[in-house]
């Protein structure tokens, strides 16, 4: 008699603690949808991505509360690394590392965002030691945004386009290929799954924006002005607040 009521207490206790955890998952879905992402400009499976980026995915550690979100900014290329060579000569490096200075800059005007910079300067970073996805991991970084202008043998090609690969960046690459088209006017080439090593290896949401081809002579002059690098640095800010939840 004594082991059967034990027996029914030990079974009421899974049933409370099975029932705690669903009402926890419930609550975060909930708040998902009505933290700005139920409004009407977004669509439901964009929805549905931002659920599985909150309940799912590679985040090595919770954001603590009251302490700015730590953004990695990775100026792709540098140094020896001189990445693609644009129609008129310019180099993929320093168009990244200036679009990259312009992000940080306009990041001091919002007190609940940190930029943390893979390079300040002509600097050449080892892709064999995976040194940038390890710079992110140790910061313990909230969010991994890799900047890169593209090359193509066909100098007609153009437009931009942003890859993640884990799961839980889908929702952010789809965020950040629109404000950056939106902000550019260039081409939509879409958000699209590819394993590089930067997206890879990170613990964060992670995702790598082609602002555009370098290679096309119309789009590398436009990308080179300081209009549309400001436009651009401003959408991935904006970009990083729309994820957040920061508007």
Do not use: C, W
Not at 209 to 218: A, C, F, K, V, W
Request: charged letters at 25%.
């Amino acid at each position: 008699m004594r082991r059967e009521r034990m027996k029914r207490v030990r079974m009421r206790k899974a049933v409370l603690t099975v029932s705690f955890l669903l009402s926890a998952v419930l609550i975060v879905l909930l708040y998902s949808i009505n933290s700005g992402y139920g409004a009407g400009s977004r669509s439901k499976t964009q929805q549905n991505h931002r659920m599985m980026d909150l309940l799912s995915g590679n985040s090595n550690s919770p954001h603590q509360l009251g302490t700015p979100y730590k953004i990695v900014i990775d100026p792709g290329h540098g140094g020896k690394d001189h990445g693609a060579t644009g129609a008129s000569g310019s180099f993929e490096k320093d168009f990244t590392l200036k679009l990259a200075h312009k992000v940080e800059e306009l990041a001091k005007q919002e007190p609940r965002i940190q930029v943390y910079m893979t390079r300040t300067d002509d600097r050449f970073i080892s892709s064999v030691d995976r040194e940038r996805p390890k710079f992110a991991n140790d910061l313990g970084a909230d969010l991994f945004i890799s900047i890169h202008g593209n090359t193509y043998e066909d100098p007609g090609v153009s437009g931009t386009e942003t890859y993640y690969y884990h799961e839980n960046s889908r929702s952010l690459a789809d965020i950040m290929q629109r404000q950056v088209v939106q902000a550019s006017a260039f081409r939509d080439r879409g958000a699209k799954k590819q394993d590089y090593f930067v997206l890879k290896d990170t613990e964060m949401p992670a995702v790598l924006i082609e602002m555009g081809y370098l290679t096309n002579p119309q789009e590398e002059k436009a990308m080179l002005t300081e209009d549309v690098q400001n436009r651009i640095a401003a959408s991935i800010l904006e970009g990083i607040k729309e994820y957040l939840n920061l508007n």
